[in-house]
Structure formats: C-alpha cells, structure tokens
C-alpha cells in the first residue's frame, strides 16, 4: 500500500535561514512524488513534482526538493527562508504504474519568524 | 486558462438539508477528484473520475454523500442530508495523464 510520512507537525524557522520539511514514503514500484503548498483560506497549490532523472528538482517560489531512492525520502528545501513562505505543506506519492489516485501526507505547518 | 472553478465558495445551511457543490475541472483534463478537508482529519480523498467514470468511491463517508460526473466539464458532489459534522472545506482537482493534481479555492460548508 502506498503511504507518506511528515513526521513534523510544524517547523519554525528563522526568516534567511535555510529550511527543510521533510518528508518520506512508501510505495510498491517507482515513485510520483510532489509538493504542494496551502496558504490560509486557498486551495492547494502545486510547487514540485519529481518523476524520473535528476534527483534534485527545483520548482516554483526559488523551493528544491531531492530524490533519495534509498532512504526513501523527498525533502523540500528552501536555502534562505522568508515569512511569505509561511504556510502548510503536503507531501504526496503516486506510484507510476497505478492508477491516478495520489495520497497526501498529513502537512506540515512551517511558520518563518521575522 | 480560469483553473479549476467550485461554487459555492461558502454554504451556510441547516441540518437536514441537501447541499449541492459544484465543479468544473481544468479544460482537457481526464481526472477529477472530490477531498475533504478538516482540522481533525486532514485531506481526505472522497471520490475520483477518469474519464467521467467513478474510479474509486471508497473514501465517501457513507450513502449521505454522492458525486456524479455528467460530462468531462462538470462534477457535483451532493449531500442529503447534511449534518453538522460534514462542516468542512470540499475541495476539487483536476489532472491530466495522472500526473499533478490542480485544487480549485474549495467550498467551505458549514451545517448548523
């Protein structure tokens, strides 16, 4: 059964400083595996998205997430932090030979102090 | 292009009562998807369309919900009847080839 994990409920960081939210998952096959970020009162929005290639995919907002196959994670990353990013984040998994039903982590609020 | 479209984007009603949310997906997309979402509970997928065909209704909570997908530029997600504890933010996606999924604003209903 496909499955993700964000072990952290919320992450502060201080605004300039670099950030991580992490994330890992479990899936039979090779992975889809995206980021989306939701600000107060909006819809999801899609950041990143990781399907073949290059671990290191960068995506909208200056955020990066890398690819570890063997550890089983796909860390979001930002090197300099700013209170715009405040909001929460879901990781989600997909397995590329199943159907199109993607699960969501359960988010992760990161919060930027000024 | 408008992305995904929902309406209402605020339903206030009473117990009892049958509330009507809509969607219009993405132009072109083939995947449209029904999630709730609550403080408790988190996102949770209700229902998902290929092709305007239900795929996999599992996560619909119980016969009160129903969704239906007349054609590819429509889906309604109906609740009859309501009660307070389906108060939550109901939000639509789209996608095209099942690869990244495009949220509408999402629909807060409230049931008194």
């Known amino acids: 059964a496909q499955s993700v994990a964000q072990p952290e409920d919320q992450v502060n960081v201080a605004e300039g400083n670099p950030l991580t939210v992490k994330c890992t998952y479990s899936?039979?096959?090779?992975?889809?595996l995206f980021w989306y970020v939701q600000y107060p009162n909006r819809g999801l929005q899609f950041l990143l998205k990781?399907?073949?290639?290059?671990?290191l995919v960068k995506g909208s907002y200056g955020f990066e997430a890398e690819f570890n196959k063997s550890q089983t994670s796909f860390h979001l990353k930002k090197p300099s932090a700013l209170v715009s990013d405040s909001a929460l984040y879901f990781c989600?998994?997909?397995?590329?030979?199943?159907?199109?039903?993607?699960?969501f982590g359960k988010g992760t609020r990161l919060h930027i102090l000024p | 292009d408008a992305g995904v479209i929902q309406s209402p984007r605020h339903e206030v009603t009473e117990m009892g009562q049958e509330v009507t949310l809509r969607c219009k997906p993405i132009?072109?997309?083939?995947?449209l998807f029904w999630y709730r979402q609550t403080m408790m509970r988190g996102l949770e997928l209700l229902i998902y369309?290929?092709?305007?065909?239900?795929?996999?209704d599992s996560g619909m909570p119980e016969d009160r919900f129903s969704a239906k997908m007349p054609n590819a530029s429509f889906s309604t997600l109906k609740i009859q009847p309501s009660e307070p504890r389906d108060s939550a933010v109901y939000f639509c996606?789209?996608?095209?080839?099942?690869?990244?999924?495009?949220f509408g604003p999402g629909t807060r209903l409230t049931v008194l």
């Open positions: 996606a789209s996608s095209s080839l099942g690869i990244e999924q495009f």
């Open positions: 899936v039979s096959g090779n992975p889809y």
């Open positions: 990781y399907i073949t290639g290059d671990n």
């Open positions: 989600a998994v997909r397995a590329s030979n199943r159907d199109d039903k993607i699960i």
């Open positions: 132009s072109g997309h083939n995947s």
């Open positions: 369309f290929n092709n305007n065909v239900p795929i996999d």
